[in-house]
């Protein structure tokens, strides 16, 4: 044994050994020094912080939510924003939304984030995000639910999701086809917060049936009842009105149109619409949408109540209210009758309407 | 003239769906293949009215209408002068109901011609 110690072999063998141990330690020692270097100005508790949980989302792409974070009220941004996350989505990469700098939270922006965080789950793609520093926004996101589902809850692909305790006020539906008992339920429980009573509301029963129709039968290229709508509900029993908020990531009512084929009634439709009524651009084309123009320019019909004018009637008859609508490059408010260009494209159409004491409704 | 009368929210489902079976259930297809279609044979055989009544329901989506009355002449091969001779609908929840399906009858016919 003795003699094996003392051969070259062995010598050069432990040579090499305690070199690597060497660099191993002093590569260690390195390292600790540049963290220490790195952290010298944070306080204990900033340290503590960055240990605990800065430190483990050292690989996650961050994305960070707008500061105004409502989508009727700041499309361009929650659309960048969007986009933006639908960029990780693709690539598959781990995912952390900053929702810390978020100063104003519109309901609308909920039915985004649970959508966004479900899409990313289902797929086991790992998602994460922290709290906004205003209390009164974290109040909002915590009754939504969606820290508690962003934090313990799994979900698998699936057709359907549904998100949201009872007893909170904001509650979020995800399905691919049309499901008329739960529009109906959505909206007897609204009746109960707007009325204090079980009512029917027929022109917002038939406006969700117009949306997931949509959704349904045009959102995707390649095949029917491909893509999920979502739907946020959320119930103001102080003011006596329930907002709805309505999107689907398909393509968009512009890209639709332009990309039906050939048999389809709105095959060459945007054509058409140029040719009759020479408009400008695609906020001009939504305002023809929703006021039938298509429908009747394309068949030579009345739209008779079909889709998105379906919908506006619905608004004009006083059975919703504040009706916006948000699809591809444009921005509607039909109440204020202003419809605008937007300088990003939201692939995917989003609606948001309201019912209040004020709309029509019927005893059940 | 003797009438047979179907009220969809009774004899069918208050919630009226989609289009086709296919998206969703109750839907305009299914009315029109089980009910409508089955009871307005009835009331033609018969020399009666078919009366349907819309009232009582949560709501119409368009696609549930144009497929089960527009149905009728593009499925069921009927005319729209048989269909209008034996069917009479009403509603005074949602009145404008009636001319739409009047207007999705006569879509349908026109496009049977051509």
């Known amino acids: ?364 | 003239m003797h009438k047979i009368e179907i009220k969809i929210a009774k004899d069918f489902v208050t919630t009226p769906g989609p289009r086709y079976k296919k998206e969703g259930s109750h839907s305009g297809e299914l009315f029109r293949d089980t009910i409508l279609y089955p009871k307005l044979k009835e009331a033609i055989n018969e020399n009666i009215i078919l009366q349907v009544d819309l009232d009582g329901t949560a709501g119409y989506g368009t696609s549930f209408l144009e497929e089960s009355f527009g149905g009728l002449i593009r499925e069921n091969n009927l005319t729209i002068d048989v269909i209008n001779k034996h069917l009479q609908i009403i509603s005074s929840e949602e009145d404008y109901l009636c001319e739409d399906i009047q207007h999705y009858l006569e879509d349908a016919e026109s496009k049977r011609k051509k």
């Open chain 1, 1 to 364: 044994m003795k003699k094996y110690w003392t051969t070259p072999k062995y010598k050069k063998q432990n040579v090499r050994k305690a070199r690597r141990s060497l660099n191993r330690k002093l590569e260690f020692k390195d390292n600790v020094r540049l963290k220490n270097i790195k952290e010298q100005r944070l306080s204990k508790e900033e340290k503590k912080h960055k240990h605990q949980f800065e430190d483990k989302i050292k690989d996650y792409t961050k994305v960070r939510a707008p500061e105004d974070f409502s989508f009727k009220q700041n499309p361009e941004k929650v659309i960048q924003f969007i986009n933006k996350i639908k960029g990780c989505f693709d690539r598959r990469e781990k995912t952390f939304v900053m929702l810390e700098s978020v100063k104003k939270i519109d309901y609308d922006a909920i039915v985004v984030l649970f959508s966004i965080m479900i899409r990313f789950k289902s797929q086991n793609i790992p998602f994460n995000g922290d709290f906004p520093a205003e209390n009164n926004i974290r109040n909002i996101l915590t009754q939504s639910g969606f820290f508690k589902n962003l934090l313990k809850r799994n979900f698998k692909d699936e057709d359907r999701y549904n998100v949201g305790e009872n007893d909170h006020s904001l509650h979020t539906h995800a399905f691919k086809n049309v499901d008329s008992e739960l529009s109906a339920k959505i909206i007897e429980q609204a009746s109960k917060t707007i009325w204090g009573e079980t009512r029917r509301c027929q022109g917002a029963q038939r406006t969700l049936l117009e949306l997931m129709q949509n959704t349904n039968n045009h959102a995707s290229f390649e095949k029917e009842g491909d893509k999920h709508w979502w739907l946020s509900v959320n119930h103001d029993k102080t003011n006596n009105r329930v907002s709805f908020s309505f999107v689907d990531y398909g393509v968009g009512v512009f890209s639709s149109l332009s990309n039906k084929q050939e048999g389809n009634k709105f095959f060459n439709s945007i054509e058409k619409m140029i040719e009759r009524y020479k408009y400008g651009n695609n906020a001009e084309l939504l305002r023809l949408i929703l006021e039938g123009d298509l429908h009747k320019t394309v068949t030579g019909e009345h739209y008779r109540g079909k889709g998105l004018p379906g919908i506006k009637e619905a608004l004009k008859r006083n059975q919703i209210s504040n009706l916006v609508v948000v699809t591809n490059n444009v921005y509607s408010n039909a109440i204020d009758d202003n419809y605008k260009l937007l300088n990003v494209n939201f692939t995917g159409t989003f609606i948001n309407w309201e019912l209040n004491i004020n709309n029509i409704s019927c005893n059940a």
